[in-house]
């Protein structure tokens, strides 16, 4: 027993002494541990330190400190590599190295009296062009001067790239000239915002933000592009490091965190990118979806089509889709950039009383068509017709079918395409005349109405409707309509037609005024040889008169003929039987062709007592235009009422 004790006794032991390291190890190596910890933090603390310094990046990439190169040039090349042919601004400090680096590139650059204009200009290149249309403005006061224009691109879908200067990005919200918070003012306006923070960013931002304008459904990008990445290394390097190395340990880091952040910036500026176009994401309608609708359309007695700017919209050409149309047969409504596309007086458009048609027509097609206040939210449609519906935009294409409508067949894609495909399908389809001709009898009615409106008498002044009669009868096949105005541009959109596809540009949904002078500025760059006419009310003229400036400084001859019936009728005909005064509707006939004149335009006046003199004034005007000079014609008008058939002073 004691033997058999004694060797227990000593085998405990023997385990105790065992023991004892293994249960001392965490106490002794904790502090070792706790170190080696903080010392991988530390590390990884630095690492991310050194990498958000730009300090790897700068180990691998050259600063070429003697190079006199700038970021405008990067702008410049890449905005040469899509295509672009106008650059459209007004000029500041902040982005003067881009504007210059443009011209030396051959890309035209047109300077105007308001950044607004410059906007609308880009706004116009993009919707006749199909490729992305640029404007370039300072920052501040330069960019908020664009917003309605930005947003107008946006309800309009038209692939505009602004570009906008900044403060140096280390002064921005530190009290900077100019400074504000540009992105916040953009996003909701915008497809795509980037600022640029480095030199060697610009080139591939842009691509992707020019890439984002025209993909999927259009729309407006913007790029900030702070000066410190568009101005050259020793410039820079002037404003940002001090001259004399600081003294102190203070002035001696942050020095050196100024001369770090300037390499950084330049840090393979340089370097070879790629320059082009990325490819563009454009949705396109399913074979499946594509089939159900040519099943649909094949069984429809009295169809309609209405097509809208997105069917105008690249891949599909204006003379392709045309083509479709004519081929497909069902009678159509043509509204913003697709107005004109089957020309002037063709029998399968149909203008008026269109809210008639659409009540008994038994299947629709909205083909780029939405249903806003235009189609009164969709409640303008029959609940027993069968509604197709296509747009490139999801959202757009459902908006009110929870309410007043629903569609049958709702295909998310490229319209053009779609009716492509569309016709392709109804090989051989044809519809019973009987349809098209009714609508078309309830065309001549209405036209006949405003035949008998043109012949009344008034007190003073010039019938409109007489007045935009002989303008449609006067109207050159290779003319560009620009409309910018209220009741005399409401009234010519029912009489004047513009003699083809992608010839005419009115503000769109929005229903912004002051778009004419930017409009036309963009659309007779495009088309040099195209006679552009403007058409402006007297209210929506004040926002265009100075431009008439930019067109004589960059020898752009435009045609204005403006509407002057001296007040804002359009409201004017609400506000007074609703409300009882007239109060800021009123204005004067002011001599607008004057005004013209003396910014160096031309300018004629068309009154009472050159009543049958209008299409002499008019080509006169045209001849003006021909021998190089912008016109103002000044054409004073008698106020209407077009509700009940009145025409009044």
């Known amino acids: 027993m004691s033997k058999r004790g004694g060797a227990s006794h000593r085998s405990v032991e023997r385990c105790r002494f065992m023991e004892t390291p293994a249960a001392a190890a965490p106490n002794g190596g904790f502090f070792p541990s706790f170190l080696l910890l ?199 390097q002037k404003e940002m490091v001090p001259a004399k190395p600081p003294k102190g340990l203070v002035g001696r880091a942050v020095s050196w965190y100024l001369e770090n952040h300037l390499a950084n910036l330049f840090a393979g500026a340089w370097e070879p990118q790629p320059e082009g176009p990325l490819p563009l994401d454009i949705p396109q309608a399913s074979p499946q979806q594509v089939q159900r609708c040519v099943e649909i359309l094949s069984r429809a007695k009295r169809p309609l089509m209405l097509l809208g700017s997105q069917a105008l919209l690249p891949p599909t050409s204006a003379d392709r889709l045309r083509v479709a149309v004519e081929t497909l047969g069902v009678p159509c409504f043509l509204g913003g950039m697709a107005r004109g596309l089957l020309g002037r007086n063709h029998p399968l458009h149909i203008r008026q009383n269109r809210s008639a048609a659409l009540k008994k027509a038994d299947v629709v097609v909205l083909a780029g068509m939405v249903c806003d206040f235009r189609l009164s939210y969709g409640r303008v449609l029959s609940r027993s017709s069968k509604i197709i519906v296509v747009n490139r935009s999801r959202k757009e294409m459902l908006i009110n079918s929870d309410m007043f409508w629903k569609p049958q067949e709702a295909v998310q894609g490229d319209v053009g395409s779609f009716v492509v495909k569309l016709v392709e399908g109804l090989q051989g389809q044809t519809w019973a005349s009987d349809w098209i001709e009714e609508l078309r009898q309830a065309d001549q009615q209405k036209e006949q109405a405003f035949r008998e409106k043109a012949l009344m008498p008034v007190a003073q002044n010039l019938n409109p409707v007489r007045v935009l009669q002989l303008v449609e009868e006067t109207l050159p096949d290779n003319s560009i309509l620009v409309v910018d105005g209220g009741d005399f541009v409401g009234t010519a959109a029912h009489l004047v037609q513009p003699r083809g596809p992608l010839r005419w540009l009115d503000p769109g949904a929005f229903g912004t005024l002051g778009v004419g002078a930017g409009f036309a500025l963009g659309a007779k760059l495009c088309q040099p040889d195209a006679e552009v006419w403007c058409l402006f009310g007297d209210g929506a003229f004040g926002y265009s008169l100075i431009e008439f400036d930019t067109f004589v400084r960059h020898k752009i001859p435009v045609m204005a003929l403006i509407g002057n019936d001296a007040g804002w009728t359009q409201i004017s005909r609400e506000q007074v039987p609703s409300l009882g005064s007239n109060v800021a509707c009123g204005l004067a006939y002011t001599d607008y062709h004057k005004a013209a004149m003396g910014l160096g335009a031309q300018g004629l006046l068309l009154s009472r007592e050159r009543e049958d003199q209008v299409v002499q004034v008019l080509r006169d005007a045209q001849q003006q235009c021909q021998d190089g000079h912008p016109v103002v014609v000044n054409i004073l008008i008698a106020r209407t009422d077009f509700r009940d058939g009145s025409i009044a002073v």
Request: hydrophobic share 50%; glycine share 10%; net charge positive.
């Open 38 to 236: 903080g010392f991988m933090t530390l590390v990884a603390a630095l690492l991310g330190a050194a990498h958000r310094l730009g300090l790897f990046y700068q180990l691998m990439h050259k600063v070429d400190k003697a190079s006199i190169r700038h970021g405008g040039e990067n702008v410049a090349a890449v905005l040469k590599a899509h295509g672009v042919r106008f650059l459209f601004t007004l000029v500041g400090g902040h982005i003067s190295p881009l504007l210059v680096a443009c011209e030396k590139l051959g890309i035209r650059v047109v300077d105007t009296r308001h950044e607004v204009t410059a906007v609308f200009a880009a706004d116009a290149v993009a919707r006749l062009t199909g490729m992305v249309g640029v404007a370039a403005v300072t920052a501040g006061p330069g960019l908020t001067n664009t917003v309605t224009a930005v947003k107008n691109a946006q309800i309009a879908q038209s692939p505009v790239l602004l570009l906008g200067g900044a403060a140096s990005s280390l002064l921005q919200n530190r009290g900077a000239l100019q400074a504000v918070d540009q992105m916040s003012l953009f996003q909701p306006l915008c497809k795509f915002c980037a600022s640029v923070r480095r030199v060697r960013d610009i080139i591939p931002t842009l691509r992707a933000a020019i890439a984002a304008a025209q993909s999927g459904t259009p729309g407006p990008v913007f790029v900030e592009l702070p000066i410190d990445v568009l101005y050259p290394y020793f410039m820079v």
